[in-house]
């Protein structure tokens, strides 16, 4: 049964809205200890926002578009009473006093949140390895890491803990644990989703977006999420289209897409074949497919993470220990304080011209080549990560982490939607296939990932 359909059968009242919430407070319970995918969960709010919802469907009351699906939200976007930690000791404390705008909308919508999911501390990393309360492991190849930043969110749902989670993506953690954990996440285009009470990492490429383990858990997760939202200086003004009429999507002709070139050189072998496979199904499906060139793969990694490094030192300053929690140098993790350390380094004024503004000349450089790519085709798809997920608890140098997101910033520099669909396995470790459009195109990615979903089955 797929999200659309679990909707249908509630409003028939064929599923009690209780019996939906009770499931996965039993897998919580029985998994989570292990899995450690929610940091905190509340089984008494969501079992009596269950009580509340069934009554309005027996009476016939008008009910939200979410009614009833069971939502995990990372714990770096605000949700009121529940703990916004962002996984750092930083923030152990912190109580969410309001609803970001998504958050206030997943409510309206009848959706219910049952608890906040694991995440690097303050979203920076791709492991989940740097939470302040431990790894989230990944439930579909266990002693590997889930991925991240939004861990957590990814493996609640591989493990079928809630019907969505929702994540943040600055570079890819959306779309890198979907890929680890093997299931669907998207990174709409920037500005679509409103980022109001997202704690920040890096505000220029910041972007909240679903994760589900089916399409139109995606398509129903976006058409509420995307929306104008004046509390948001970035945020779109975009009559954006219903999503789930995308779902009889049964065939790509009409429609060009585009390899690239450099993309799978740098990919392992393994994922390349994983990848190849996809490609060939997707020009089965009638899509006329093309390689291209990306000639700027050298400069994504840098100029991600310069102006990471810049806007999170400027986002951290309001953790001075005063207002928030504890000071954030006296108690945050080796990678936080060294973007905290070079973020300073990095705004000295002396140096501005030296490193931030070139990171910037590089992003439009990139911006550049992303639009001349987008001029001729549809969709550019390749692996979302280059490299399969590490063990738990091997140790990576800083350059070794970072080698995950070389696929994946690129979305973020140049605010193009992008999502990752699970392709296959290698040796039981789930692979990703990223599908990338222009911005605003966010619906040609669905129409694909239908469509090799429709063809599976
Ligand atoms: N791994 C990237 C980083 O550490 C991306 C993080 C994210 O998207 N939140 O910055």
Not at 314 to 342: P, Q, W
Request: aromatic share 8%; net charge negative; hydrophobic share 35%.
């Amino acid at each position: 049964m797929n999200i659309l359909e679990k909707t249908e059968l509630i409003k028939n009242q064929e599923l009690k809205v209780e019996d939906n919430v009770e499931n996965f407070i039993d897998i919580i319970n029985k998994n989570n200890k292990s899995i450690n995918a929610f940091l905190e969960i509340n089984n008494n709010y969501a079992l009596e926002k269950a009580t509340e919802i069934s009554n309005k469907i027996k009476n016939k009351e008008k009910i939200g578009s979410l009614a009833g699906l069971v939502f995990g939200i990372k714990a770096n976007i605000n949700v009121e009473d529940f703990t916004i930690s962002a996984a750092s000791k930083t923030l152990e404390n912190y109580i969410g006093s309001y609803d970001a705008t998504i958050i206030k909308k997943i409510k309206e919508e009848d959706g219910i949140i049952i608890g906040m999911t694991n995440l690097d501390e303050f979203a920076a990393g791709s492991s989940t390895e740097s939470s302040y309360y431990g790894a989230t492991k990944n439930p579909s190849a266990p002693k590997r890491i889930s991925g991240g930043s939004s861990g957590g969110s990814a493996a609640a749902i591989a493990d079928k803990m809630c019907d969505i989670a929702i994540g943040s993506d600055t570079g890819g953690s959306i779309r890198n644990p979907a890929s680890h954990c093997g299931v669907i996440g998207f990174k709409p285009s920037y500005g679509g989703v409103s980022r109001q009470g997202l704690l920040d990492l890096s505000m220029s490429l910041d972007q909240i977006g679903p994760l589900s383990n089916d399409s139109s858990g995606i398509a129903i997760a976006l058409n509420n999420l995307i929306d104008y939202d004046p509390h948001d200086c970035t945020s779109l003004k975009w009559d954006a289209p219903n999503f789930l009429d995308a779902k009889n999507t049964d065939d790509l002709k009409g429609k060009k897409i585009a390899t690239i070139k450099q993309f799978h050189e740098l990919s392992d072998e393994k994922i390349n074949g994983i990848i190849d496979n996809s490609v060939s199904k997707i020009e089965d499906l009638g899509a006329e497919i093309v390689e291209l060139e990306f000639n700027y793969l050298d400069l994504t990694l840098p100029t991600y993470y310069l102006i990471n490094y810049v806007e999170f030192f400027s986002a951290t300053r309001k953790y001075d220990g005063r207002k928030y929690g504890y000071k954030i140098e006296d108690v945050c993790g080796e990678e936080v304080l060294r973007r905290i350390n070079m973020g300073s380094y990095i705004s000295q004024q002396e140096f501005s011209g030296k490193y931030y503004k070139k990171a910037l000349q590089a992003r439009s450089l990139i911006k550049n080549e992303i639009n001349k790519l987008f001029n001729d085709v549809d969709l550019i798809i390749g692996s979302t990560v280059p490299k399969l997920p590490h063990k738990i608890g091997d140790k990576l140098e800083p350059m070794e982490m970072y080698a995950y997101d070389v696929l994946t910033v690129i979305a973020n520099l140049t605010g193009i939607p992008a999502g990752s669909i699970k392709a296959g396995e290698s040796n039981g470790i789930p692979v990703g296939l990223q599908i990338q459009s222009k911005p605003q195109e966010d619906y040609k990615i669905l129409e694909a990932m239908f469509a090799l979903e429709n063809s599976a089955v």
